[in-house]
Each structure stands twice: as structure tokens, then as C-alpha cells.
T-cell receptor, first 114, second 113 residues
Framework: GNSVTQMEGPVTLSEEAFLTINCTYT??????LFWYVQYPGEGLQLLLK?????DKGSNKGFEATYRKETTSFHLEKGSVQVSDSAVYFC?????????????FGTGTLLAVQP | SQTIHQWPATLVQPVGSPLSLECTVEGTSNPNLYWYRQAAGRGLQLLFY??????ISSEVPQNLSASRPQDRQFILSSKKLLLSDSGFYLC????????????FGPGTRLTVT
């Protein structure tokens, strides 16, 4: 079946450190891939997306590349800030029934220390 | 631009009491609508989705129900709450057609005591 696996957290980094959060997926066909971010007490915000192999999604300094050969969509940022502290969710879309549904990973908590 | 609202923001209810959570979307027509639950420290579980007025699909059997009385309104209900219904409830919308991303509301924190 379709599934998303994320690295276990929490990930604790110092400000200006390099960030990588690993995400791999299992899916039939060619899903679209997403990263969402959730700040404490809030809903999820779409951070970036990629809809086909080799696409690179980017936003706010974050990047992720859709790698079909390794079924991966790792999130990276060159220099994290304290304000990036949040939970990050990797997700894929699949068509089921009458609509596209999202399959989420379990989330990775990122804590950035000053 | 599109916006999505949820209310109430927080709710504390006793076991056995009824529940009604509301979600409304502005700035779009005929959206697909979704209800998710996020238990503490866990990922998201899709509860219901709707592709049109009066059309509800349930993903998991449980103590909850959903309704869509208007195009941009989605309601989550229960007749009798259980302790296990506590969690963070998120509503989301997406465009119809070949658009895959979903946009989430601010959520409702429900505590059943």
C-alpha cells in the first residue's frame, strides 16, 4: 500500500546549522509529494511540493527533490533559525474514491536553539 | 484569496455530551473538504471527506459523523463523546480536478473529561 516514513525526532540543532529531515515513500504510480509545517497550536501549512520525478520544491529557504529512484523526498535548509522550530510532515497524494487523499508521515519535531 | 475558518478554537466537554465542530471556506466554490484528527504526539488521521453537498465518505468507523449542508460548510458531530475523542481536529480543503495539495484550517483542540 501507500505509506510515508520519516526520520524519528526530535531533531535539535543550533541556529545557522544545516538541516536534513529524511522522508521515503512507498506508492503505486506517480504520487505528488509534499512537506507541511505545523507551528505549536496551529494547523498545517503547505511548505513545498513536487509533482513529478526530479522536480525540486522550494520555499522560505527549504528545498526537497523528488527522487523516484530512491523513493525519497528529503527536506533540507542551509541555515536554520529559531523561528523554524516546528513539526514537519512529509506527505504523498493518492487518488482514492472520488478525490485525492494525502498520506502523512508521523512528523518530525525540529527544535532550533539560539 | 481563499481562507478557511474553524470554530471553536478550544472546547472542553464531558463524556457523553454531544459535539458540533464547524468549518467554513471562503473564496472558492465546490471545494473538496476533509476532517482530520491529530492525537497528541501523533500524525494525522483522515476521518471524513466530502466532494459535494450532502456527499460524505467515512475513512474509519467511529463515534463521529460529518455533514455538509452547504457548499463551503463542513460539520463534525457526535451524539455522545468518549474520552478517546480528545484531540486536535483539523479541517482542510482542496480544489477539485487534478490539484493535489490540501489547505488546512487553524484547528480545534477538543478535551473530553
Amino acid at each position: 500500500g501507500n505509506s510515508v516514513t520519516q526520520m524519528e525526532g526530535p531533531v535539535t540543532l543550533s541556529e545557522e546549522a544545516f538541516l536534513t529531515i529524511n522522508c521515503t515513500y512507498t506508492a503505486t504510480g506517480y504520487p505528488s509529494l509534499f512537506w507541511y509545517v505545523q507551528y505549536p497550536g496551529e494547523g498545517l501549512q503547505l511548505l513545498l511540493k513536487a509533482t513529478k520525478a526530479d522536480d525540486k520544491g522550494s520555499n522560505k529557504g527549504f528545498e526537497a527533490t523528488y527522487r523516484k529512484e530512491t523513493t525519497s523526498f528529503h527536506l533540507e535548509k542551509g541555515s536554520v533559525q529559531v523561528s523554524d522550530s516546528a513539526v514537519y510532515f512529509c506527505a504523498l497524494s493518492r487518488y482514492g474514491g472520488a478525490t485525492n487523499k494525502l498520506i502523512f508521515g508521523t512528523g518530525t519535531l525540529l527544535a532550533v536553539q539560539p | 484569496s481563499q481562507t478557511i475558518h474553524q470554530w471553536p478554537a478550544t472546547l472542553v466537554q464531558p463524556v457523553g455530551s454531544p459535539l458540533s465542530l464547524e468549518c467554513t471556506v471562503e473564496g472558492t466554490s465546490n471545494p473538496n473538504l476533509y476532517w482530520y484528527r491529530q492525537a497528541a504526539g501523533r500524525g494525522l488521521q483522515l476521518l471524513f471527506y466530502s466532494v459535494g453537498i450532502g456527499q460524505i465518505s467515512s475513512e474509519v468507523p467511529q463515534n463521529l459523523s460529518a455533514s455538509r449542508p452547504q457548499d463551503r460548510q463542513f460539520i463534525l458531530s457526535s451524539k455522545k463523546l468518549l474520552l478517546s475523542d480528545s484531540g486536535f481536529y483539523l479541517c482542510a480543503w482542496s480544489d477539485t480536478g487534478r490539484v493535489y495539495e490540501q489547505y488546512f484550517g487553524p484547528g480545534t483542540r477538543l478535551t473530553v473529561t
